[in-house]
Nanobody
């Protein structure tokens, strides 16, 4: 059983930055691809970014390309999401997830097996 704990969320002004962290325990972290998703009030959960098991391949949703960076440290069993130039529309609960059966990246939430509890990101205008 894999457990994920996100941290780093908070309130920030538009144009600011935040770095989210997701610490994993259980399982073999270095074999898993990882993803970040977000869900705003009244909206469906949407893909944000994903990273392959080695960190060599990354994928981003169009709204965050050029502003967000996903990375991982397999030695620390942690995946990060660096968010720069934040906009009010980035306000959401951010979730990290494990895709344990495949090492490649995916933007489909149903392909992820384990999820964290989420961390709130609020961007004020």
């Amino acid at each position: 059983q894999v457990q994920l704990v996100e941290s780093g969320g908070g309130l920030v002004q538009a144009g600011g930055s935040l770095r989210l962290s997701c610490a994993a325990s259980g399982g073999t972290f270095s074999r898993y691809s990882m993803g970040w998703f977000r869900q705003a009030p009244g909206k469906e959960r949407e893909f944000v970014a994903a990273i392959s098991w080695s960190g060599g391949i990354t994928r981003y949703a169009d709204p965050v390309k050029g502003r967000f960076t996903i990375s991982r440290d397999n030695g620390k069993n942690t995946v990060y999401l660096q968010m720069n130039s934040l906009k009010p529309e980035d306000t959401a609960v951010y979730y990290c997830a494990v895709r344990s059966r495949y090492s490649a990246t995916s933007s489909y939430s149903y392909e992820y097996d384990y999820w964290g509890q989420g961390t709130q990101v609020t961007v004020s205008s």
